[in-house]
């Protein structure tokens, strides 16, 4: 029952965007809580048009969790190359929302 209440009123928290309040354009992390809503209400297409890194993000969460938990042969490519995507899908949504 307090799931379903916090999903509901979920949207009510979130954080406002300073740097989009004050510059006026937005930063490259707008986006990602509107993403984790919509991933939660399971509009996973809505997410990836509000925030695209976030399916970049979920596994390198994942995968991370699991480093601490297992020893993982290949775990800092596997991280490195999890990162750099992020990074790449962060930077060119930001690029992108600036055009």
């Keep these: 029952m307090r799931l379903i209440f916090f999903l509901l009123v ?45 399916y970049a993000m979920i596994p390198l969460v994942v995968f991370l969790i699991a480093n601490s938990f297992f020893k993982i042969k290949y775990a800092s490519i596997v991280i490195k190359t999890l990162m750099i995507s992020t990074v790449v899908l962060i930077l060119g949504n930001f690029f992108l929302k600036l055009i």
């Design 10 to 54: 979920l949207e009510d928290f979130m954080l406002p965007c300073f740097s989009k309040r004050i510059l006026g354009f937005e930063c490259p992390g707008c986006g990602l809580q509107r993403s984790i809503a919509f991933l939660i209400r399971g509009e996973f297409e809505a997410a990836f048009h509000i925030y695209p890194a976030i």
